[in-house]
């Protein structure tokens, strides 16, 4: 570093997303700071490729391996190490020489390279917050403090809110919800709506599938468990209020009525830095905010009973155990089949409170078992899909 101090080694996986590549954006901007060691993807080996050039990284891997064989591979820098699989994404997590792993992949997929990146030492910055979601019971005890810092912005404004502070004085979390593009609309509204309508976010430019969660209102209902554990409180304490603008980030109120609010411009570049730079604080990524120009902050209730998914992540949240893992799972098919056109938008809640009621909840024990539900929550889903379209 430019101070003398040693540069963070850094591991991308998901490196061609949207936190992904806002991730390798930061890189450039603080190369003085940060050496991006391994880089994975699901399938996109021509975007990493380049950016296993542009960066000179030492390692990468493909989790799909219908890729073997592509033959841009060739084409990665001299001595670069290449693996395939899901195995080889974890491998890269847990290498001698990686100091910081982004877990930037989308889905129930980044819980295994999570806990190896944990079980390693490594310092976690985690964005995917499905993995909290299905695995946090897990994945929690194994964090040390400052290990495991949130990539989420609005988990890392509440991280930010809690330092230095008594988290036993705390009165509750205010958990900030941009109400996403059909805000304000009724349940027959939403009935009709297209996925280009649902994809049209107003404050955030994000991956498809955190874009869809967001227009259902899903993404909050995960942030909500994905701050249960992070935090260590009941879902109850978590309050979620609507914020149209997306400036702040969340807030947390304290017994003498103080509250904490983060503020900033809506850019994911900044808690990706503050998870690479924590403690530290360095110049900033993006543009900074002017309150002059701001005009007002608006403030809602959130409605439960029209966007159901919120409902849902809350009844979820509340039960625990295995519940939030069959959620996400079902959700994660109800999306993509959303977003290939062959249910409606409504057919999301659907699907994930039908394969809700199909489940016994269970207290959650091992990987393996949280494997084996997701996969028949997967099943589940897909036929209730069937079902709806006959
Ligand atoms: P994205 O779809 O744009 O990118 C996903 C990345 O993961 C890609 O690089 C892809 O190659 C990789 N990937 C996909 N499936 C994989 C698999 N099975 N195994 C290994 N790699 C796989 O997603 P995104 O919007 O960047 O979101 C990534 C994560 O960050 C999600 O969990 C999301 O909820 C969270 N997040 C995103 C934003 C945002 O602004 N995009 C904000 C907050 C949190
Ligand atoms: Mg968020």
Redesign the pocket.
Known sequence: MADGSPKLHVAIL???????RQALDVCRQHADKLDVVAL?????TDKLVSYAREFSVRAVAV?DEAHVNDAVLAELPEGCLCSFG?EA?CDLAIRDDVDCVLV????A??LEPSHAALTAGKRLAL????SLVVGGDLLMPLAKPGQLIP???EHSAIYQCYLGENPQQAHCIWLTCSGGPFFGRSRSELESVSSSDALAHPT?S?????TIDSATLMNKGLERIEAKHLFGCDLGFIKVVIQRQSKIHSMVEFDDGSVMAHLGASD?RIPIQFAFSYPDRWETPAPRIDFTQLGSLTFDEPDFETFRCLKLAEIAGTAGGTLPCVLNAANEVAVEAFLNGSCSFTDIDRVVESCMDAHAVEPVQGFEQLSDIDAWARQQATRVLKGLRS
């Open positions: 998901g490196c061609t997303g949207s936190i992904g994975s993807v699901n399938s996109s989790a899901p994404v930037a992949i989308v889905g997929a980044g964005a995917n917050k499905e990539v989420d912005s955030w994000m991956g498809a599938k955190i994911m």
